[in-house]
T-cell receptor
Framework: AQKVTQAQTEISVVEKEDVTLDCVYE???????LFWYKQPPSGELVFLIR??????QNEISGRYSWNFQKSTSSFNFTITASQVVDSAVYFC????????????FGKGTMLLVSP | GAVVSQHPSRVICKSGTSVKIECRSL??????MFWYRQFPKQSLMLMAT?????????EQGVEKDKFLINHASLTLSTLTVTSAHPEDSSFYIC??????FGSGTQLSVL
């Protein structure tokens, strides 16, 4: 069975601090996909990234970066120079395939960025 | 890009009434759609898989007679919460391939 663990329930930082959100996953599949979503207070899920199990390259997108390590089954997300607008709940998720697939979500990490 | 449109975004109803939530794929066909539920301050949990032209598949613990799913066309799946009760108050969100998520529906049952 698939499982996603986000051990950090809530993180509070001050603006401009860097913050890393942890994600550890479990799966027996050799082919799988990992995702990060942002959920602001309005509720919608904002897609941030999708990574397949064969691509361990780290990715950077502006202030966001992701570190995928299969050896430790982790897919951590770092926000550099955090901003108040980054305040939201962030979910890590796992699926066996990207198309017509279901996602297994972690419990989410609430990030509070104060001015 | 591909979009999944979900309506309504928010609904408040009295206990005992039924509520219908629509999830529509725009500019693409979705033979399969998924319905998730999220209770306050909790994660998203898969409720059911909606298949066009056939019966939905429900996850364990989800009452199929209470949460009626209809996927009558390649672009529309509906979730009807029948005889809603306060404990059904939750955030419901659908997705299609991609996965592409709708914007969600906040249901509040008084």
């Amino acid at each position: 069975a698939q499982k996603v663990t986000q051990a950090q329930t809530e993180i509070s930082v001050v603006e401009k601090e860097d913050v890393t959100l942890d994600c550890v996953y479990e799966t027996r599949d050799t082919t799988y996909y990992l995702f990060w979503y942002k959920q602001p207070p309005s509720g919608e899920l904002v897609f941030l990234i999708r990574r397949n199990s064969f691509d361990e390259q780290n990715e950077i997108s502006g202030r966001y970066s992701w570190n995928f390590q299969k050896s430790t089954s982790s897919f951590n997300f770092t926000i550099t120079a955090s901003q108040v607008v980054d305040s939201a709940v962030y979910f890590c998720a796992l699926s066996e395939a990207p198309v017509d697939s279901t996602l297994t979500f972690g419990k989410g990490t609430m990030l509070l960025v104060s001015p | 890009g591909a979009v999944v449109s979900q309506h309504p975004s928010r609904v408040i109803c009295k206990s005992g009434t039924s509520v219908k939530i629509e999830c529509r794929s725009l500019d693409f066909q979705a033979t399969t759609m998924f319905w998730y539920r999220q209770f306050p301050k909790q994660s998203l949990m898969l409720m059911a898989t909606s298949n066009e032209g056939s019966k939905a598949t429900y996850e364990q613990g989800v009452e199929k007679d209470k949460f009626l799913i209809n996927h009558a066309s390649l672009t529309l799946s509906t979730l009807t919460v029948t005889s809603a009760h306060p404990e059904d108050s939750s955030f419901y969100i659908c997705s299609a391939r991609g996965p592409i998520f709708g914007s969600g529906t906040q249901l509040s049952v008084l």
